[in-house]
Nanobody
Framework: VQLQAFGGGFAQAGGSLRLSCAASGRAFSGHALGWFRQAPGKERNFVAA????????LYADSVKGRFTISRDNAKNTVYLQMNNLKPEDTAVYYCAADWRLSDQAAYSYWGQGTQVTVSS
């Protein structure tokens, strides 16, 4: 069971980045997938999540209207399109998988993080 996130990097405020998370085996099949982020010295916070079929999504208020989560089950991949980035979006972003769609951090499987840095 592995989740591997990539696509982080640097962006200017107002710019865009797209994160991807590739999952293998049981971490993907039938599971909801979520993105969380953790800024230095802060707790890990929920960003967005999507159910297995892709017809139900959750977003943190801070990213609504700017971020879009999607998934391609044929490619075992979940995406996070981040538009209109703000400096406060700077964090390490983690993908996670669980049977239940949730905005809580109680996900069963976690990938390594990918750094996103937004300059003002």
């Amino acid at each position: 069971v592995q989740l591997q996130a990539f696509g982080g990097g640097f962006a200017q405020a107002g710019g865009s980045l797209r994160l991807s998370c590739a999952a293998s085996g049981r971490a993907f099949s039938g599971h909801a997938l979520g993105w969380f982020r953790q800024a230095p010295g802060k707790e890990r916070n929920f960003v967005a999540a999507i159910n297995w079929s892709g017809d139900s999504t959750l977003y943190a208020d801070s990213v609504k209207g700017r971020f879009t989560i999607s998934r391609d089950n044929a490619k075992n991949t979940v995406y996070l399109q981040m538009n209109n980035l703000k400096p406060e979006d700077t964090a390490v972003y983690y993908c996670a998988a669980d049977w239940r769609l949730s905005d809580q951090a109680a996900y069963s499987y976690w990938g390594q993080g990918t750094q996103v840095t937004v300059s003002s």
